[in-house]
């Protein structure tokens, strides 16, 4: 969000790179026959993390109490919304 890495760049290293480099057939991309497994996140929304909405076995993140900018407020996968505005979505 610093300007630091074009919005393109930061896809290609967090998502179309990986796929290259482990041979991840449909995956990394927003395709026709990919999987269609992206996240939606607001640029501008800024949020605190904290460990009451962690959702994994630790139910702690080192990042508690870190102040970001940019925030995912929504996930699909496989095409299939999975997640909107923090809550999950119940498949249908």
Known sequence: NAG????????????????RLYNMACKGRIAAGYDADFTVVDLKRSETITN??????????????????GWPVGTFVRGRR???????VTPS
């Open 82 to 88: 999975v997640m909107w505005q923090g809550e999950l």
């Open 4 to 19: 630091r890495l074009s919005l393109a760049r930061f896809v290609d290293l967090t998502s179309a790179g990986p796929a």
């Open 52 to 69: 009451k909405w962690v959702a994994s076995k630790a139910g702690w993140t080192p990042y508690d109490g870190v102040r970001v900018t």
